[in-house]
C-alpha cells in the first residue's frame, strides 16, 4: 500500500493528531511497519495509552482502505506531504499540514498567488478597495487566496470569479458539507468548479473554536505575500499577517480613513513596515519579473528559498534600514539571540525592541525561532 494512503488513514485516526503525527516520523517510524505495531510499539512510540489502545485496535490496512474510498467517493482529491505535487511554498511554513484535501484545479497550488484578508463586517470603502484590488491582481496573474469568511473575503472571491480570474478558499471546517458561514455555501460551489476549494481538515469537520485561525497559516504558507485590506486591530486578519511573517512572505496593508476604527489594525501593520498598498501596482512591482517568467517563481524552484543566496531571491524586495535596524544586525550577524540578551546588550526596554524586531521580520532581514531567539536571515 502507498504511504500517502496509509498517512491519510493515520491523520484521520481519531484522537491522533498532527502533533502526534509528527512524533512519529520525526523519531523515525516508518508508515509501512506501524501496521505490525501493537499496543506496547505504539505506546515505546510516544503515543498515550488511550492513542496506543485506539490504534492497536483499528489502524490496519481495511481501515486505511475505508479512509482512501471514503475521500474517492465525494469527488476529493488528497494532497499529502510525502507528494511530489505538495505546493512547495507550503512545505517551506513552520507548520505545514500533513494531509491537504482539495476540490477543484489542484493546479493552482503551483501558481504565483497572493493571499487577500480583512474584517468580516467592511466599511463601504472597505468593500469598495477589495473589489477593486482583487480584480485588478487577477487580472495581472495572480490567484488570489482567502478564507471564504464574511466580508472582505467574499468580496475578493466573488470579484475574482466576476473577473474571470483564479481564487483559492481555504476552509476552517471540512470541505464536504460543512461550509461556514452557510450562506457562502453556493459561493463555495463556484469557486469549486472556477478555482480550488482546500482543507486540513478531515470530511465532515465541523465549524469549532481554534479552526479558523489555525487554517490562516496555510492562507499566508501558500502565497508570496499578504494582503490585509481593512482591520481592526484585532482582526482575525492579522493572524494571517503573522503567519505570514513566520514563514518569511511579504505583507502589505491598505491604508483607510484615519478615523475608522476598521483600519487601525492595517495602520499599525504599515507603521510597523508593511508595504502600503493604495493600488495594484504597489503590490505587483514586488513581483512583476517573476510573474513575466513563472519559472523563476519560487514555487518552480528546485531549491527553497531559505538555501539561496540573497542576491538570488529576487521576489523579495530590497530594503532600508533604520540606525537601531542595523544594531539589532550587527548582533544577530554574531550569533542568535533571545528577547533578553538583546535588552541586556542593546539597553532599550521591550516595548522598543519588540517594534524594532517587528520591523526586521515584516523586512526579512532575521527570523524569529524557537524559545523567543532570533536570528539573522
Known amino acids: ?102 476540490r477543484g484545479d489542484i493546479q493552482l497550488l503551483h501558481q504565483p498567488s497572493i493571499a487577500m484578508v480583512g474584517t468580516r463586517m467592511p466599511t463601504v470603502y472597505g468593500r469598495k478597495v477589495a473589489e477593486k484590488l482583487a480584480e485588478q491582481l487577477s487580472q495581472a496573474g495572480l490567484t488570489v487566496v482567502s478564507g471564504l469568511a464574511r466580508g472582505i473575503d467574499r468580496v475578493c472571491h466573488e470579484s475574482v470569479l466576476r473577473a474571470n480570474g483564479k481564487t483559492i478558499a481555504v476552509f476552517g471546517t471540512g470541505i464536504d458539507c460543512c461550509v461556514y458561514p452557510p450562506e457562502n455555501r453556493g459561493l463555495a460551489e463556484q469557486i469549486a468548479e472556477k478555482g480550488l476549494l482546500l482543507s486540513e481538515y478531515p470530511l465532515g469537520t465541523k465549524a469549532r473554536q481554534g479552526l479558523f485561525p489555525e487554517r490562516n497559516r496555510i492562507i499566508a504558507g501558500l502565497t508570496l505575500g499578504t494582503l490585509v485590506v481593512e482591520a481592526d486591530v484585532r482582526s482575525g486578519s492579522l493572524i494571517t499577517a503573522d503567519a505570514a511573517l513566520e514563514a518569511g512572505r511579504d505583507v502589505f496593508a491598505v491604508p483607510g480613513p484615519i478615523t475608522s476604527p476598521k483600519s487601525r489594525g492595517a ?78 546588550r542593546l539597553g532599550w526596554d521591550f516595548g522598543h525592541l519588540h517594534s524594532v524586531l517587528l520591523s526586521l521580520i515584516i523586512k526579512k532581514q532575521i527570523r524569529q525561532l524557537p524559545g523567543t531567539k532570533y536570528a539573522r536571515v
Open 1 to 102: 500500500m502507498e504511504e500517502r494512503w496509509i498517512l491519510l488513514g493515520l491523520y484521520e485516526m481519531e484522537g491522533i493528531g498532527k502533533k502526534s503525527i509528527s512524533k512519529l516520523i520525526e523519531g523515525g517510524h516508518l508508515l509501512q511497519e506501524m501496521f505490525l505495531y501493537d499496543e506496547g510499539d505504539w505506546i515505546a512510540a510516544g503515543m498515550r495509552r488511550d492513542q496506543a489502545a485506539r490504534l492497536a485496535k483499528c489502524f490496519d490496512v481495511n481501515w486505511v482502505e475505508s479512509r482512501r474510498q471514503h475521500v474517492y467517493d465525494r469527488g476529493i482529491e488528497v494532497i499529502t506531504y510525502l507528494d511530489s505535487n505538495y505546493p512547495i511554498l507550503m512545505k517551506e511554513t513552520p507548520q505545514p499540514p500533513w494531509i491537504m484535501y482539495a
Open 267 to 344: 495602520h499599525n501593520l504599515i507603521r510597523q513596515g508593511a508595504k502600503m498598498v493604495t493600488c495594484a501596482d504597489d503590490l505587483l512591482e514586488e513581483y512583476r519579473l517573476d510573474l513575466q517568467n513563472v519559472e523563476q517563481l519560487p514555487y518552480n524552484r528546485e531549491r527553497s528559498p531559505e538555501k539561496l543566496d540573497l542576491a538570488e531571491r529576487s521576489w523579495f524586495p530590497k530594503v532600508e534600514r533604520t540606525a537601531d535596524e542595523n544594531r539589532v544586525i550587527v548582533l544577530l550577524e554574531q550569533e542568535e539571540l533571545t528577547v533578553d540578551q538583546l535588552i541586556d
